[in-house]
C-alpha cells in the first residue's frame, strides 16, 4: 500500500501539454487535483468535465509510478509492469497536437467534452476554434466581422508560418477586432483618396470676392 504524504511523483511532460490547452479558469484546479492524488492520495472533486476527462488520463501514469516505487523499495517489481509503464508513456507521448489532445480528451470524457474539440476555420486552417469559443465572437462581435478576423487572421498566420506562434486563436480574434487588424487597407483600396481641389480668389460681377476653382 502506498505511504502518504509522498515527497515528489513523477509530472510528464504530456501532462503539461493536456493542461495547457484548457481555459485558464480550469488548469490551476487541474494541476492540483493531479498534485493532490499523486502526493496524498486524495480523490478530486472537480466540477469542470475537461478537467475530470485530463484527470483520468493522467491518474493510469500516477498510479503506475506509485506501484513502481512502492516495489522498488521490497527490492523486486511486479511482472510486466514495466512493459505496462511504457504503454502508459507511449500513450501520453502521443498527446502533442491541439488536436490530438482535444481528440483524447473528448474520447476520455462524456458527451458534454464534445464541444471542446477545436475546429478549423479560415481558407488556410490556422485558425482553431471550440463552438464555445465562436458562439462566443459570433455574439460578441457579429458574424460580419468575425468572418473578416478570422479570413485576415488566417492569411496573416499563413504568410509567415504563424511566426507570431499564436495559439490563443480566440484571443488573438479579438485582438484583430479591438485594434482593427486590416481595416485601413481595406479602406484605402475600396475607398481611393480623390485628388484635391485647389481655387484662387476672384471678383464677382457684383465686385465681391469669392473661390474659382479649377
Not at 29 to 38: N, S
Not at 88 to 107: D, G, I, K, L
Not at 123 to 152: H, M
Request: glycine share 8%; aromatic share 8%.
Amino acid at each position: 500500500m502506498t505511504e502518504y504524504p509522498s515527497e515528489s511523483f513523477v509530472f510528464y511532460r504530456s501532462f503539461r501539454d493536456a493542461i495547457e490547452e484548457m481555459p485558464d479558469k480550469n488548469k490551476l484546479a487541474t494541476l492540483l487535483a493531479i498534485c493532490d492524488y499523486a502526493l496524498y492520495g486524495a480523490e478530486p472533486a472537480l466540477k469542470d468535465a475537461m478537467a475530470r476527462a485530463v484527470f483520468t488520463v493522467a491518474r493510469p501514469s500516477i498510479d503506475a509510478n506509485k506501484d513502481r516505487r512502492r516495489n522498488g523499495k521490497k527490492g523486486g517489481r511486479p511482472k510486466n509492469e514495466a512493459s505496462g509503464l511504457e504503454k502508459e508513456n507511449h500513450r501520453f507521448s502521443e498527446m502533442e497536437s491541439t488536436e490530438t489532445v482535444s481528440a483524447t480528451v473528448t474520447e476520455a470524457g462524456t458527451e458534454a467534452d464534445k464541444p471542446y474539440a477545436r475546429k478549423k476555420y479560415g481558407q488556410y486552417g490556422w485558425v482553431k476554434l471550440t463552438d464555445g469559443d465562436y458562439n462566443r465572437l459570433l455574439n460578441d462581435l457579429g458574424e460580419p466581422e468575425v468572418k473578416r478576423c478570422i479570413a485576415y487572421v488566417d492569411e496573416a498566420a499563413q504568410s509567415t508560418g504563424n511566426k507570431n506562434k499564436w495559439r490563443d486563436w480566440n484571443l488573438v480574434l479579438r485582438r484583430c477586432h479591438r485594434d482593427g487588424w486590416g481595416i485601413s487597407q481595406q479602406q484605402q483600396t475600396s475607398h481611393p483618396p480623390q485628388p484635391r481641389k485647389t481655387g484662387k480668389i476672384v471678383l464677382d460681377e457684383n465686385g465681391e470676392e469669392m473661390v474659382q476653382f479649377a
